[in-house]
Nanobody, 127 residues
Framework: QVQLVESGGGLVQAGDSLRLSCAAS????????MAWFRQAPGKEREFVAA????????YYADSVKGRFTISRDNAKNTVYLQLNSLKTEDTAIYYC????????????????????WGQGTQVTVSS
């Protein structure tokens, strides 16, 4: 089993930055695809960013491309999401997810392909 714990959320103003962390425990996630999803009030959970198991490839939703950066430190069993130029529409609970390796796949966009989830961290952006 893998346990994921997110941290780093908070209340910020539009234009500010935040850095979210996702610490994994239970087993190493160095071979897992990792991702961040978010869920805004009254909306379904949506994909934000994913990173391949070696960290060589990153993938982003169009809404965050150029503003958010996903990274990972496999030595620390931790994944990060740097959020820059935050907008009010970025307000949501941000969830970290870990996906078991799949042959021929380095990342996954669908939340159904992720096997472990954290409890989430709240990001609130005020105008």
């Amino acid at each position: 089993q893998v346990q994921l714990v997110e941290s780093g959320g908070g209340l910020v103003q539009a234009g500010d930055s935040l850095r979210l962390s996702c610490a994994a425990s239970g087993r190493t996630v160095s071979s897992y695809s990792m991702a961040w999803f978010r869920q805004a009030p009254g909306k379904e959970r949506e994909f934000v960013a994913a990173i391949s198991w070696r960290g060589a490839n990153q993938y982003y939703a169009d809404s965050v491309k150029g503003r958010f950066t996903i990274s990972r430190d496999n030595a620390k069993n931790t994944v990060y999401l740097q959020l820059n130029s935050l907008k009010t529409e970025d307000t949501a609970i941000y969830y970290c997810a870990a996906g078991l390796p799949k042959v021929g796949r380095s990342w996954y966009r669908s939340e159904n392909e992720y096997d472990y989830w954290g409890q989430g961290t709240q990001v609130t952006v005020s105008s």
